[in-house]
């Protein structure tokens, strides 16, 4: 398969699909899109089955040049890798979301869709800085128009906010890879990434990155675009976008601002510590007051995100592997949360939790799902949330221990708000005729659910599969960073230890 040009396939079929679309009825679109993100969802097992493990850090890699030195460039690593399947896995569950729910426009919304999954898989697989940058920028277009034509009463305002949050970010970051294509001569992510920029000038393009991809995490406080766009967003959009926009931040510190800039990731530490730390607490006490369901989970993406970034840096093994898991296992279990408040917001088509109560005296298995994502969510051991956060945090405290101390606050905040949602909403007495007549889950709404609950265990009781592919890219990148590593405020890493001896010899 390595000489197989399966990532451009995988962006050519959802394309091809996004235009015929345009021109096909609504039933037709929707058959259409279903079946271009099912071939893609077949790919993407094609392509985990068919990553060599133990090979090169670069695989299934396609270059063509273009002009100048701008080229078709795709590649993929073990972190790409995951996210790419993590697209593909919730894409049809996306559209299986909509198939009632959208009802005005129906091919355009198809149409945007497919248009989404393609920017997300490129992003990933660019092994050009000018073709990620493309794809990454690109996939405001979909999402802005997913959000401002078919959301909510206000969602104008929440999607020119998310639209501008975004763009304005990403500005300085144009300018930052202008500065380095002219200084080391070449456009090829892997070769920037071995690239030893003047630490001088480090700083400056670590901050130019870092203002893009602080909006896209959200981290706080340029987190509050957030709320805005999940609350106005269809449940679809809303899934997609904690699911995987979200990860484009993590993603991006990872590709970029960590092995490009390693001396000035380690001296700006602090800022993400402290930001990080600051989110958790903040956001978990606004999500403990909200009357909105759409609203509290958005508010908890803002903490768990948070737990990502002080897991990518901390500088060893076990944070990056948690941060890594933590984005995984925060796609399935948020967007499995925004799937369950839309069954029953389209039942009773209101998020107010005071509306609810007694769900489980005549939806149980709704009540099944929610009390497993609810509990995946607070980090239960056997779901994929325990590994994730866990992992992250043991590595933080190897760094900073007020740091990880404030951080492991999210559990306790975490299990307030989350159990005090599903106590009111699926506990007590049934207050209400509607809420009393609401069917449980259909065949349709349980496959989509079921699904995410299978990934989520399976996450949880064998993460190794989902440690495999990573851990040589893992360990290449520690080799890149260590010798940058911030030093720690409780004892010393194994890197440092290992450090100094080669200084004193």
């Known amino acids: ?26 039933r037709t679109a929707q058959w259409l899109a279903l079946a271009a993100t099912l071939v893609d969802f077949a790919l993407g097992i094609v392509l985990w089955a068919s990553f060599d493990i ?15 030195r701008f080229s078709w460039s795709l590649g993929i690593d073990g972190f790409a890798l ?67 034509i078919w959301g909510g009463v206000n969602r104008i305002y929440a999607s020119y906010k998310f639209f501008l949050y975004t763009l304005l970010g990403s500005v300085l970051m144009l300018i930052a890879m202008l500065y380095m294509v002219h200084a080391a001569g070449t456009t090829s992510i892997p070769a920037l990434m071995a690239h030893d920029f003047a630490p001088s000038v480090q700083t400056w393009l670590w901050l130019a990155f870092f203002a893009s991809f602080a909006v896209k995490m959200p981290m706080w406080p340029v987190h509050t675009w957030l709320p805005d766009a999940h609350v106005q967003a269809p449940t679809a959009g809303s899934v997609i976008l904690a699911g995987v926009l979200l990860k484009l931040g993590g993603y991006g510190f990872l590709r970029f601002s960590l092995p490009m800039f390693p001396e000035a990731s380690a001296q700006l530490t602090w800022l993400i510590f402290a930001l990080s730390a600051v989110a958790v ?30 897991g990518l840096f901390a500088f060893n093994r076990q944070g990056i592997e948690g941060a890594m898991m933590m984005m995984l296992s925060h796609g399935l279990v948020s967007g499995a949360l925004f799937l369950c408040v839309g069954v029953i917001y389209d039942r009773l088509h209101t998020r107010e939790i005071a509306r609810y109560g007694g769900l489980a005296i005549n939806m149980p298995r709704y009540a ?10 607070i980090g239960l051991p056997g779901t994929s949330g325990f590994v994730a956060e866990f992992l992250s945090l043991m590595g933080t405290y190897q760094v900073s221990t007020w740091t990880a101390l404030l951080c492991t606050t999210s559990i306790i905040l975490g299990a307030g708000y989350m159990l005090f949602l599903y106590r009111r909403v699926v506990f007590g007495e049934i207050r209400s005729d509607e809420v009393r007549i609401m069917p449980d889950l259909s065949a349709r709404e349980w496959a989509l659910l079921a699904p995410i609950a299978a990934v989520v265990l399976w996450m949880g009781v064998y993460p190794e599969s989902f440690f495999a592919p990573m851990r040589k890219d893992v360990g290449t990148l520690l080799a890149r960073i260590e010798r940058a590593a911030p030093a720690s405020d409780s004892r010393p890493t194994a890197g440092h230890v290992a450090l100094a001896r080669t200084r004193a010899e």
């Open 1 to 26: 398969m390595q000489g197989f040009p399966i990532l451009s396939i995988m962006l050519l079929v959802p394309t091809l699909a996004a235009v015929a679309c345009l021109f096909l009825p609504a």
């Open 54 to 68: 133990g090979g090169a850090q670069w695989q299934f890699v396609e270059h063509a040049p273009v002009f100048g």
């Open 82 to 148: 995951l996210l790419i399947e993590l697209s593909v896995f919730l894409m049809p569950i996306c559209i299986g979301a909509s198939w009632q729910a959208i009802t005005k426009r129906v091919p355009e919304y198809m149409a945007a869709f497919l248009l989404t999954e393609v920017l997300m898989i490129g992003t990933f697989a660019a092994q050009d800085l000018f073709l990620f940058y493309i794809f990454f920028e690109a996939g405001l277009i979909p999402m802005y128009l997913i959000i401002g």
């Open 281 to 310: 607490v903040y956001t978990s006490l606004v999500a403990l007051v909200q009357a909105d369901m759409k609203k509290l989970i958005a508010y908890s993406s803002v903490a768990h995100m948070a737990i990502v970034t002080i």
């Open 368 to 377: 099944l799902f929610f009390l497993l994502f609810t509990m995946a969510s």
